[in-house]
């Protein structure tokens, strides 16, 4: 989204909750709250951890809740096309009535009927027509949260939800859908089926489908244990680190966590923060007198052009950060120079500040340290130094 608005689009950036689902209403029952509690509790640790890592709000944050009434007339329309059916409350999809499904995953519908079985929905089967059909609509059980109905009360299937949000905020076609790659299958294929078949129209243009974190080369997932949570990694780790070793991968690629990867992060920023504050020191004291160095305009130049070129093929941010390196190299060499002029020590500054906002890194610069600070940092390490505490003094030295 960041990148898409520093080349000048205007972007109407989505991001749904999906605040009623089974999950939510079996956790409502084992905590005796309502199903809404659940949700807003979770959405605000949602809000939480993203504020600190700077991630942008989104244009629309829409919630299943407030779109029921879309939802319903979406369901209608599938029902009065003869692409869903009623069934004793429920409300199903008729996945072979729709020619385009697996146009997504690939997978079709004779092979979802001859070898499936394991990739259904675990909806009761003798509602349906056939077991490939999938749940638009469900009818009220005891103590679940429901909505009146043209079928009774009831609530939802997962994926008319999205279609409907997508539409009521994005249309009928939208430029881009993303989402894990765990949800090409069957959510975004379902999605496709219905959305395509009330309106008419293509669904998605382009698809983002991103890769994993992993720990010890398996998915992370509470059901192995093998988990981080980023409100705890907050305490162990500034959140631009966290951010900043999420970019170093392609987003459609498996990004590795270790401890190790996020020191290395952590360094590797360190090293931009420093020349940026060192760059910000050198121009107090720049000539604006200077005539401007072309060379060196033309060398940073390219180098913005070249992280462009790698984020406008599929959002190359690892090969984009090869240029930010090559930035700072090249920041360096000009901070280091005996007489530095202010017009292209400034006009390194800013490039380079704007594109690492690209990635959530804002903030670089550091205020200056008073000289009492400075001197009581000094003295701290002398005691340190004395008391053998060497670790700690390497800390305050850097």
């Known amino acids: 989204?960041?990148?898409?608005?520093?080349?000048?689009?205007?972007?109407?950036?989505?991001?749904?909750?999906?605040?009623?689902?089974?999950?939510?209403?079996?956790?409502?029952?084992?905590?005796?709250?309502?199903?809404?509690?659940?949700?807003?509790?979770?959405?605000?640790?949602?809000?939480?951890?993203?504020?600190?890592?700077?991630?942008?709000?989104?244009?629309?944050?829409?919630?299943?809740m407030d779109t029921i009434p879309e939802i319903i007339e979406l369901v209608e329309t599938l029902v009065e096309n003869g692409y869903a059916y009623q069934s004793n409350g429920d409300v199903y999809y008729r996945t072979n009535k729709f020619d385009g499904y697996g146009k997504l995953s690939g997978i079709t519908v004779d092979e979802l009927r001859t070898g499936g079985s394991e990739r259904l929905e675990e909806d009761a089967t003798d509602k349906k027509e056939e077991p490939i059909d999938f749940a638009l609509w469900k009818s009220a059980k005891d103590g679940e949260i429901s909505w009146d109905s043209p079928w009774g009360q009831g609530r939802p299937g997962w994926h008319i939800e999205c279609s409907a949000m997508a539409k009521k905020y994005l249309g009928t076609t939208i430029d881009i859908h993303a989402g894990g790659q765990d949800?090409?299958?069957?959510?975004?294929?379902?999605?496709?089926?219905?959305?395509?078949?009330?309106?008419?129209?293509p669904f998605a243009n382009y698809w983002m489908h991103n890769g994993f974190v992993t720990m010890h080369d398996e998915k992370m997932s509470k059901s192995l244990g093998n988990f981080k949570l980023v409100k705890d990694l907050r305490e162990q780790f500034d959140p631009q680190v966290l951010r900043f070793f999420l970019a170093t991968a392609h987003y459609r690629r498996p990004l590795s966590y270790t401890e190790t990867a996020l020191e290395d992060a952590k360094t590797n920023l360190q090293h931009i923060k420093t020349a940026?504050?060192?760059?910000?020191?050198?121009?107090?004291?720049?000539?604006?007198?200077?005539?401007?160095?072309?060379?060196?305009?033309?060398?940073?130049?390219?180098?913005?052009?070249?992280f462009t070129t790698a984020m406008d093929d599929d959002f190359q941010a690892q090969n984009g950060m090869t240029s930010v390196y090559d930035m700072i190299r090249d920041l360096n060499r000009v901070i280091e120079q005996p007489q530095v002029s202010k017009y292209v020590l400034k006009?390194?500054?800013?490039?380079?500040?704007?594109?690492l906002s690209i990635f959530g890194l804002e903030e670089l610069k550091q205020d200056e340290m008073l000289d009492e600070d400075i001197d009581a940092l000094i003295k701290e390490r002398e005691e340190a130094r004395v008391a053998k505490d060497f670790a700690r003094a390497d800390a305050i030295r850097d």
Not at 183 to 201: C, K, M, T, V, Y
Not at 347 to 355: A, D, P, V
């Open 1 to 64: 989204r960041r990148y898409f608005e520093y080349r000048d689009y205007e972007v109407n950036y989505v991001s749904n909750f999906t605040d009623v689902d089974d999950k939510i209403i079996n956790a409502a029952k084992e905590l005796k709250i309502e199903a809404p509690e659940v949700a807003e509790k979770f959405i605000a640790a949602f809000f939480e951890d993203t504020e600190a890592l700077h991630v942008k709000k989104a244009t629309h944050h829409p919630r299943v």
């Open 276 to 306: 940026i504050n060192n760059g910000y020191h050198r121009l107090e004291t720049a000539d604006d007198s200077l005539p401007n160095d072309a060379e060196a305009i033309k060398a940073f130049s390219d180098h913005v052009f070249e």
């Open 183 to 201: 949800l090409q299958f069957p959510h975004h294929e379902n999605e496709i089926a219905q959305s395509e078949a009330a309106n008419g129209e």
């Open 347 to 355: 006009f390194m500054l800013e490039e380079i500040s704007e594109i």
